[in-house]
T-cell receptor
Framework: DTEVTQTPKHLVMGMTNKKSLKCEQHMGHRAMYWYKQKAKKPPELMFVYSYEKLSINESVPSRFSPECPNSSLLNLHLHALQPEDSALYLC?????????????????FGAGTRLSVL | GQQLNQSPQSMFIQEGEDVSMNCTSSSIFNTWLWYKQDPGEGPVLLIALYKAGELTSNGRLTAQFGITRKDSFLNISASIPSDVGIYFCAGPLETGNQFYFGTGTSLTVIP
């Protein structure tokens, strides 16, 4: 099973709303990620959690607040967003495995949450 | 951040033709990943490459990890309409959990 599950699939919110995006994986991966993606562009890294601790924050505005309640779950809390924050938000997970001489580090993505801020 | 240069930026091909795209970096990667993304969906992993020089196939897809570990290519044989989408290369540096992405190749298959 290489599934990363994201909810909701679609979200429309006003600029004064508070909402949360949720992500879940049961692959035992200890690294989890949030990305923001605009149309036809590569994903832009927002946050990385490693062993449930925030290890990378790519200078993301404080209106985005990540949370990692346990090793399987990752949330992204949204508050006072701007219309330019409308995008596809992707969750991913990965785990480094050494097999003989090979170092395997594969990242799997969820289907994303399409966010529209009005 | 690391720059992965992916080419071509877009391709328009006839159904049944073969496709080739590549990805280069100035840094060494320990893993090269190729993803396909449909509009409004998350990237789906196609092929993962672990060893320099490694050639890996997955159905009509073939990918190779360059000897220098700074480049990779992806070939698609006998393209079909469902191959339409954006293809991204990606990989982590030798240490750490941060993944870097190419700029993407948009593929259009004309029936």
């Amino acid at each position: 099973d290489t599934e990363v599950t994201q909810t909701p699939k679609h979200l429309v919110m006003g600029m004064t709303n508070k909402k949360s995006l949720k992500c879940e994986q049961h692959m035992g991966h200890r690294a989890m990620y949030w990305y923001k993606q605009k149309a036809k562009k590569p994903p832009e890294l927002m946050f990385v959690y490693s062993y449930e601790k925030l290890s990378i924050n790519e200078s993301v505005p404080s209106r985005f607040s990540p949370e990692c309640p346990n090793s399987s779950l990752l949330n992204l809390h949204l508050h006072a967003l701007q219309p330019e924050d409308s995008a596809l938000y992707l969750c991913a997970s990965s785990q480094i495995q050494r097999t003989g001489e090979a170092l395997k580090n594969i990242q799997y993505f969820g289907a994303g949450t399409r966010l529209s801020v009005l | 951040g690391q720059q992965l240069n992916q080419s071509p930026q877009s391709m328009f091909i006839q159904e049944g033709e073969d496709v080739s795209m590549n990805c280069t970096s100035s840094s060494i990667f320990n893993t090269w990943l190729w993803y396909k993304q449909d509009p409004g969906e998350g990237p789906v992993l196609l092929i993962a490459l672990y060893k320099a020089g490694e050639l890996t196939s997955n159905g009509r897809l073939t990918a190779q990890f360059g000897i220098t570990r700074k480049d990779s290519f992806l070939n698609i044989s006998a393209s079909i309409p469902s191959d339409v989408g954006i293809y991204f290369c990606a990989g982590p540096l030798e240490t750490g959990n941060q993944f870097y992405f190419g700029t993407g190749t948009s593929l259009t298959v004309i029936p």
